[in-house]
């Protein structure tokens, strides 16, 4: 399974982007996606995840209300929408596949996750 990003860039505070991550090979029949960050000289964090379904999703207290994640089961795609972005959004933003969900389970753990992309860079300015 691979995974790839795309729809990074360059940004206004207030602005809005949307990533994608598109998943190539042979992925299990339901699995879960979620989105993480990394900021320069931080770890790793959990920003949005959603079920196989849909129906389920999560979002980090920092991009609630700002962010929506969705998928397209059959593009293999997943998005993220970020409005209303701020320079403290900056950062590379890695799309992840757990091959182990169910049809309505997300997780917002990076162990759950086998699967991930090479990342996209995401730059607000101010």
């Known amino acids: 399974v691979q995974l790839v990003e795309s729809g990074g860039g360059l940004a206004q505070a207030g602005g809005s982007l949307r990533l994608s991550c598109a998943a190539s090979?042979?992925?299990?029949?339901?699995?879960?996606m979620g989105w993480f960050r990394q900021a320069p000289g931080k770890e790793r964090e959990f920003v949005a995840a959603?079920?196989?379904?849909?129906?389920?999703?999560y979002y980090s207290v920092s991009v609630k209300g700002r962010f929506t994640i969705s998928r397209d089961n059959a593009k293999r795609t997943a998005y993220l929408q970020m409005n209303s972005l701020k320079p403290e959004d900056t950062a590379v933003y890695y799309c992840?596949?757990?091959?182990?969900?169910?049809?309505?389970?997300?997780?917002?753990?990076?162990?759950?996750?086998?699967?991930w992309g090479q990342g996209t860079q995401v730059t607000v300015s101010s």
């Open positions: 992840a596949l757990d091959p182990t969900s169910y049809i309505s389970a997300a997780s917002t753990t990076e162990r759950e996750y086998d699967y």
């Open positions: 090979g042979r992925p299990s029949s339901m699995y879960g």
């Open positions: 959603i079920s196989w379904s849909g129906i389920i999703t």
